[in-house]
């Protein structure tokens, strides 16, 4: 399965990629860190290797950040085996992706929906 209900597409620049999937694992990262998602959330979202794996041929996305999104695969099994370290783990990969945001040449990404329609 790959998406449930109807799905919408989201284009995004390839000079805003870097910066946008940065973004996006550190506000999910942040949200799992913070209760506001469950760790498995890592399993489902970026850790999928439809979602990582296109990246790893193109020049624009770090290895680091693609090691991250395959990290967030194991975030459930360390907060079971680990909870009292799973935070500082958590921040971690946080700071990796700040780490590889700051490097990005312009961080500031853009985005559009490929329809007008978004009902």
Known sequence: MLLEGSTKELRIGENS????????GIGTLFAIKEGALPA????WSL???RVWKPLE??????REMI???????ELSALQQ????????EVSKLIDTLLTE???V????????????ELE
């Open 105 to 116: 040449q312009n961080p500031i990404w853009q985005i559009e929906w490929s329809s007008e």
């Open 81 to 88: 085996l680990s909870p009292n370290e799973f935070p500082d």
């Open 17 to 24: 990629l870097d910066a946008f999937l940065a973004c996006l």
């Open 57 to 62: 041929s193109n020049l624009m996305v770090s």
């Open 101 to 103: 945001l700051r490097k």
């Open 67 to 73: 090691e991250v999104f395959r990290t967030f695969d």
């Open 40 to 43: 498995e959330a890592g399993i």
């Open 47 to 49: 850790a999928v290797p």
